[in-house]
């Protein structure tokens, strides 16, 4: 699957088929977030890779009681280190895990973005010291069970402008 084809057949994937997802396309996956760009090429991020079946249990406690979550055959925990990058490290965490969404889909598997966690609580599932980072977000990462059909976009005028906030990008 080309690359373009990726971004526009991802969906938010809320149910897993309880399949492995071979070791070779989770190194490619993770690669893809290894090579992310970020300010100053400072990569302030760690990536968390969760496996266990507990581990995922309490992760996914940890993300709002979402519990579907833990079907995942990962759950990827991304962290960032505002010490390496004060200014830059959510931005260049959020690169890093869309780079491993996009490869995932170009694969066959599915994530789900989360947003909607504790910091302190998934910080102390996954044994993250105080001093160390932040954790950004979660994505489950696995097979998808189903596949949603694509959402209504923004039209490109709500989107883009030209030159200046409201000119009409004519494309």
Known sequence: ????????????????????????????????????????????WHFIVVGDPEQKQRVAEACNNQMWMADAAYILVAIGLPEVSEKWYKVDVAIALQNMVVAAKSLGYGT??????SPENVAEVIGLPEDVGQVV???????????????????WDEVFSLDRYGASLDL
């Open 1 to 44: 699957m080309d690359t373009m084809q990726a971004i526009l057949e991802r969906r938010s994937i809320r149910t897993y088929k309880p399949e492995p997802i071979p070791q070779e396309h989770l190194q490619q996956i993770l690669e893809a977030g290894h090579q992310a760009p970020s300010a100053a090429n400072r990569q302030p």
């Open 112 to 117: 789900c973005w989360i947003g909607a966690f």
């Open 137 to 155: 977000a979660c994505t489950p990462l696995g097979v998808p069970e189903s596949v949603s059909p694509p959402r209504g976009r923004k039209s």
